[in-house]
């Protein structure tokens, strides 16, 4: 058999073909890729959210203002965005290139140097875009203000999931819809999001304030920049 031959025979010898057919053990790497990958996405995902959050308050602490989002803000968010989103990005399908590429070494991290750029790049800008919103509307009251800034997060969030979907290739090659459940995931997003905000015994929990029609352009002209750019790292990285 040779070198080769042997090697595949040994690796495949504990393999169980339950329909007698080869073309199984192709679909089922096939399969593994996938889930690797949409493990490293919803890491991903989290880990950019978490460290926004993280530094959105400790440079407000610094820089004298106010806590930016209270405990209960943050347990939404992470209980709430985070797990509805991260969920519908571990059920992303394949983008028909996962036999593309070579074997990964086995001992391969989830988070590599090639992706901490885009990790940074991704937590920096949803925490750049929070603070100054958050200090700009402080004068209209500090639930105004983490009002504001909630939103923001979130927002910049449901931005971020169209990045993660995948790590190297533009949104719109990988098709905007092919993920059905990112669709179900930020509709109960935006209406949970509503709901917290608009409804007065929800909003009295939170500490929220309404917001304008005005307020809300305002907040998705900017949280949306953090997926524009995220598209403009991937094509000039990727040349995609």
Do not use: C
Not at 16 to 32: K, P, Q, T
Not at 58 to 63: E, F, K
Not at 128 to 155: N, V
């Amino acid at each position: 058999m040779g070198v080769i031959g042997t090697d595949v025979a040994r690796e495949s010898s504990e393999i169980i073909l339950a329909d007698d057919n080869f073309a199984s053990i192709v679909n089922a790497i096939e399969e593994g890729r996938i889930v690797f990958q949409n493990v490293r996405q919803t890491s991903f995902f989290l880990i950019t959210t978490n460290v926004a959050e993280h530094v959105t308050i400790i440079s407000s602490l610094t820089l004298g203002n106010p806590l930016p989002l209270l405990p209960i803000q943050l347990l939404y968010l992470n209980m709430i965005t985070d797990t509805f989103n991260g969920i519908a990005l571990a059920m992303e399908p394949g983008h028909n290139d996962a036999l593309n590429h070579p074997p990964r070494n086995k001992k391969e991290n989830i988070i590599n140097k090639e992706l901490i750029f885009f990790l940074i790049l991704m937590a920096g800008l949803m925490a750049l875009g929070t603070i100054p919103l958050f200090i700009h509307f402080l004068p209209e009251g500090i639930d105004k203000a983490r009002t504001i800034a909630f939103t923001a997060m979130s927002m910049f969030q449901w931005f971020n999931v169209f990045n993660m979907r995948s790590l190297h290739k533009s949104l719109f090659k990988i098709g905007i819809f092919s993920n059905k459940w990112i669709k179900y995931s930020l509709g109960i997003s935006l209406l949970l999001l509503l709901a917290v905000i608009y409804i007065p015994f929800l909003a009295n929990i939170f500490k929220f304030v309404p917001l304008s029609i005005g307020e809300f352009l305002i907040i998705t002209a900017i949280t949306s920049s953090v997926f524009i750019i995220g598209e403009i790292y991937k094509k000039i990285k990727y040349r995609d």
